[in-house]
């Protein structure tokens, strides 16, 4: 029987650090949560509010929000740090299946 007790809380980024544990065998695990739903409505709002014709600007485009809990699961079962990695972010916001963190249309 595990017993979970809560480490951290960041109330802004609504993230929760847990810590599972069973005595029955020692085993322990740490998990990060986090309320992902506020962070796609988000997204998909301003999403829907950029011009697909609109050009690119030079510098800075918000194009993404990427929930932190989703970056650690990717750098845990990868090993890919996307805030380091720029290929791999790219690559990753590219790819359909994440299209719900995107801002805005086209590639980046």
């Keep these: 029987m595990w017993h979970t007790r809560v480490l951290g809380l960041d109330p802004i980024a609504r993230t929760k650090e847990l810590h599972h544990y069973d ?3 020692g085993a322990q695990a740490v998990e990060m949560v986090q309320d992902v ?4 409505e988000d997204t998909k709002g301003r999403f829907n509010m950029v011009d697909e014709r609109a050009r690119w600007r030079d510098g800075f485009n918000h194009v993404a929000s990427v929930p932190l809990a989703v970056i650690d699961k990717v750098r845990r079962e990868s090993g890919i740090n996307l805030l380091t990695d720029k290929a791999a972010m790219k690559q990753f916001l590219n790819d359909p299946d994440n299209r719900a963190f995107r801002t805005r249309p086209g590639r980046i």
């Design 23 to 25: 005595p029955d065998t």
């Design 37 to 40: 739903a506020p962070i796609i």
